[in-house]
């Protein structure tokens, strides 16, 4: 049976566990709610839920992979007490970074692209975190890319730790460990379906492995189908590269340079999503759900849509939510930046209209 309750220690959310009054904000990352589209689900014969990971502390699912990866950092001593955490994130990252080193003493640097939303960079500034723009589409070779830059600034800052998101094997494990048995417990095992966009390829790998993992040991000849959604100008699912305009997911490098901690294996079938499609369901969500959610949101959804589609009937398909659409006032939701980036959404739902 599904249950949208947002569940800790087993507990339903309207029963409040004995601890939950003493739970630090550390401690409330993770046990985020699973919710059904009633709406833009009505009329399919499956079911469609999304893991709303905007109700992490810090407003997105990268909350779990920053925590992860400090944690991990700090048992293994790479990461030394006090010492500075430098990244280079589209956002996201950056800010469950900046968020947990506030908390845990450790100054961060966030190398980011110079068409980050206002919204993000203002959470990186709020949360202390020195913010560097640089050229997010700048080759690999360039002295201006995101990566190279991040690593200056480790070679020049004493004591300095670098995450490395994109190949550390703690970002897949957050998931592996949490938000996998999350769903898994929220739809009591009934998942048939998961879909998640891939940017450094943690959330799928971590979450794919341990849900057919799963299904293997309670559900003897059972499958959960793997979908990874892919925007346009990403590589992942065979397209040709190019500008891509949905944040925290895709990617235009060639296949030898994909992230180290993305498993391949674990994707059963990508769905490449086009822009007016993603931005026009992250419309609708708001519109007909009454749920601001950002455009990687609205690309998982519009793929587990066309999955529910063609699913047999009574399967349980599972979406991950990354983040909130307040993130993306400037963006997704400015009819302005939408008309500059030739995005054209459905009539019915265009704001104002």
């Known amino acids: 049976m599904v249950t949208t309750a947002h569940r800790k220690h087993g507990a339903h959310a309207a029963t409040v566990p004995p601890d939950a009054l003493d739970a630090s904000v550390l401690e409330r990352v993770g046990n985020t709610p699973l919710v059904k589209l009633e709406a833009l689900g009505r009329g399919l014969g499956s079911s469609i839920h999304i893991k709303l990971e905007s109700e992490n502390p810090g407003g997105s699912i990268k909350d779990r992979t920053a925590l992860s990866m400090v944690r991990a950092a700090e048992r293994s001593g790479e990461l030394k007490p006090g010492a500075t955490i430098v990244e280079s994130t589209s956002g996201n990252t950056g800010i469950g970074l900046a968020l947990i080193g506030r908390l845990t003493g450790h100054p961060v640097v966030v190398v980011t ?30 002295p201006e890319n995101a990566r190279a830059v991040a690593a200056r600034v480790v070679e020049g800052t004493p004591g300095a730790w670098r995450p490395m998101q994109f190949d550390n094997p703690a970002n897949p494990l957050a998931h592996y460990r949490t938000t996998g048995p999350e769903i898994w417990e929220q739809t009591g095992g009934a998942v048939t379906h998961f879909v998640a966009g891939i940017g450094t390829g943690g959330t799928i790998s971590g979450n794919g492995r341990y849900l057919k993992e799963r299904v293997a040991k309670e559900r003897p000849g059972g499958h959960v189908e793997v979908v990874g959604a892919d925007p346009y100008g990403s590589a992942y699912s065979g397209g040709h590269p190019g500008e891509i305009l949905v944040d925290g997911v895709g990617n235009s490098w060639p296949a030898a340079e994909w992230p180290k901690i993305f498993d391949r294996s674990i994707v059963d079938r990508f769905l490449r999503i086009p ?20 455009p990687s949101s609205g690309l998982t959804v519009a793929a587990a849509l066309r999955v529910a589609r063609a699913a047999p009937h009574g399967s349980v398909v599972v979406a991950i939510a990354p983040d909130a659409g307040t993130n993306y006032l400037s963006k997704a939701f400015n009819p302005q930046w939408l008309a500059e980036n030739h995005i054209r959404l459905a009539v019915d739902i265009v704001p104002g209209e």
Do not use: F, M, Q
Request: aromatic share 6%; proline share 2%; no cysteine.
């Open 275 to 294: 822009n007016d499609e993603v931005y026009t369901v992250v419309h609708r969500l708001l519109d007909e759900e009454g749920l601001s959610l950002g």
């Open 113 to 142: 692209g110079d068409t980050i939303s206002s919204e993000k960079l203002a959470a990186l500034h709020s949360y202390g975190a020195r913010v560097i723009l640089t050229d997010w589409s700048a080759p690999s070779e360039s």
